[in-house]
Nanobody, 127 residues
């Protein structure tokens, strides 16, 4: 099993920045892709960003491209999401996710392809 714990959420004004962190523990060697998803009230969970754990590659949704940056620290088993130029529409619960190496052929944009999830952290952007 893999445990994921997010932190860093909060309340920020539009145009501001936040940095989310995701700490992983357990059988982390069995995972490859790490990702961030978010879910706003009344909406489905949506892909935000993903990063390959052992290979070079980062991926973003069109809505956050150019504003958000996903990064990793392999030694610490950490994944980060730097969020700049935040907008009210970025308000959501943000979830960290990881998937097993066996899922490598599945779409990284699909939440169903992820095996492990954190509890989520609230991000609220005021106008």
């Amino acid at each position: 099993q893999v445990q994921l714990v997010e932190s860093g959420g909060g309340l920020v004004q539009a145009g501001g920045s936040l940095r989310l962190s995701c700490a992983a523990s357990g059988r982390t060697f069995s995972t490859n892709t790490r990702a961030w998803f978010r879910q706003a009230p009344g909406k489905e969970r949506e892909f935000v960003a993903a990063i390959n754990w052992n290979l070079v590659g980062t991926y973003y949704s069109d809505s956050v491209k150019g504003r958000f940056t996903i990064s990793r620290d392999n030694a610490k088993n950490m994944v980060y999401l730097q969020m700049n130029s935040l907008k009210p529409e970025d308000t959501a619960v943000y979830y960290c996710a990881a998937r097993s190496a066996s899922r490598i052929t599945a779409s990284r944009y699909d939440s169903d392809s992820y095996d492990y999830w954190g509890q989520g952290t609230q991000v609220t952007v005021s106008a």
